[in-house]
């Protein structure tokens, strides 16, 4: 049987913290898994799970993913997610508002140790009014002197690392005439997608939403494909900007990309298809690696936010993953083996240095 301590012990999971609020019918997990280097700081994922359970493990899954992606960042936060489960009810305007203020006093009772953003299902409105009760919460409206929508940071971030994956694996330098295969047509997968064809890509997209599709062909010159057909379409590289556990048995053997460099979180359905991608030959961008961008510029906001600054960070990213994959080269590891190694060797600097000052 599952056992929701033992994973948390072998992930190394600091706490994890229920909710519920009868008024509003809030029911919220904030999992904290690492807070050595700063304040856990991580998005908001409004979803509907087939279980409780599900709904737990997603929270322990993404903080870990958080811890990881801050340290490799080099940013002073730690790795935190939550999850307010959904129930269709949260779409009526007055029940989400007085969920997300519960959600609010939730995030404020953890005296700083969680700092929330938005993620899949919540927005910078909804920061807005989880603000109204703590101010432990990044990414609110530009009007409200947040840094807002993060998309756009953390598409910009994904391209840098495309580049530094094509150079090291089709030795170019720019992506003119690459194919790229988007799975997802949302907020970054549409960002990336205009950041890919004003540099002379060419996109193929997929979304399960009709309204995304049409939205899409509307906007931009894209060929759109069915959502099964992404993995089979003729393109040198995939980007997963859809939802997690895309890369699994059924279907690594099915793509015939190069490269996989996309934005969405938790891509391997296990640790280990990371190595199985290695041995097909196809790199793989580490999703945490290449989707920093949206937090690197949302930690911007906790030292006061200047735009520029955080795009400069974020450019960063291009090396970060140079720096992968030649620990992977190396060492003959895969790139999630290098990513993590980088990880730790942060961690366990400011562990040492915590110590010291003990
Ligand atoms: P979004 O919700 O705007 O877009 C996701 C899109 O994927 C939706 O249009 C949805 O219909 C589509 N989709 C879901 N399942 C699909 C499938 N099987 N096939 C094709 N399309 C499918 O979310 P957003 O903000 O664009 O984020 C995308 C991914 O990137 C998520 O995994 C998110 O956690 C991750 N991410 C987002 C960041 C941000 O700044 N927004 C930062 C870091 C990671």
Known sequence: MYSIFDFMIQHKHERVCLATDSVSGLRAVIALHNTVRGPAIGGVRMWRYDTEEAAIQDALRLSEAMTFKAAVADIPFGGGKSVILADGKEHEPGIRSARLRAFGRFVESLDGCYIAGPDVGTSPADMAQIKGVTGNVVCCPVELGGSGDSAPMTAFGVLQGMHALAEEVLGVNNLVGVRVAIQGLGNVGMNLARLLIAEGAVVIGADIRPEAVRQARMQLPIEVVVPEAIY?????????????????????????????????????????????????????????????????NAAQEIEGYDQQKARQKVALIYDTVKRMLSISQAEQISTLAAALQMAFAVLQRSETTNASAR
Do not use: M
């Not at 097909?280 to 920093?292: E, F, H, P, Q, S």
């Open 232 to 296: 089979n379409v003729p393109a040198t590289i995939f980007a997963p900007c859809a939802l997690g556990g895309v890369l699994n048995d059924r279907t690594i053997e099915r793509l015939p990309c190069k490269i996989i460099a996309g934005a969405a979180n938790n891509q391997l359905e296990d640790d280990r298809h990371a190595e199985l991608l290695r041995q097909c030959g196809i790199v793989y961008g580490v999703d945490y690696v290449l989707n920093a961008g949206g937090l690197i």
